[in-house]
């Protein structure tokens, strides 16, 4: 079972997100690909962004920082900005299942 842990869930820009990933289970994964991203729901166009990948063993920290220059978090009744943090256990084999995680949290502004 894959587990991914935040620090905090709400963010201001300019700060650091940090957790841990973690694995439990018999069989190890090879990896864990994390990625830091946000992307737009609602009307008009989708918009995604991919602002941090890493490859993480299990019970390995991270940390990035939240440059205050991308969009903030947005709850609207046509549009939102949604900011996460995805990890996905890279089990090897071709027919293999990567179980996934993901984790959202706010950006706020100063």
Same mark, same amino acid.
């Given at each position: 079972?894959?587990?991914?842990?935040?620090?905090?869930?709400?963010?201001?820009?300019?700060?650091?997100?940090? @957790?841990?990933? %973690?694995?439990? /289970? =018999?069989?190890?994964?090879?990896?864990?690909?994390?990625?830091?991203?946000?992307?737009?729901? $609602?009307?008009?166009?989708?918009?995604?962004?991919?602002?941090?990948?890493?490859?993480?063993?299990?019970?390995?920290?991270?940390?990035?920082?939240?440059?205050?220059? @991308?969009?903030? %978090?947005?709850? /609207? =009744?046509?549009?939102?900005?949604?900011?996460?943090?995805?990890?996905?256990?890279?089990?090897? $084999?071709?027919?293999?299942?990567?179980?996934?995680?993901?984790?959202?949290?706010?950006?706020?502004?100063?």
């Amino acid at each position: 079972m894959l587990s991914l842990r935040l620090q905090q869930t709400e963010l201001t820009a300019g700060e650091w997100l940090s @957790g841990t990933v %973690s694995w439990m /289970g =018999q069989k190890s994964p090879q990896e864990i690909h994390l990625t830091i991203a946000w992307r737009t729901e $609602g009307r008009g166009t989708v918009d995604t962004a991919k602002l941090h990948e890493m490859s993480l063993a299990s019970g390995d920290n991270f940390r990035y920082r939240i440059l205050p220059t @991308g969009p903030y %978090s947005y709850d /609207g =009744q046509l549009i939102r900005v949604i900011w996460e943090v995805s990890a996905v256990a890279q089990m090897g $084999g071709f027919l293999s299942k990567s179980p996934k995680e993901v984790k959202v949290f706010r950006v706020v502004p100063r």
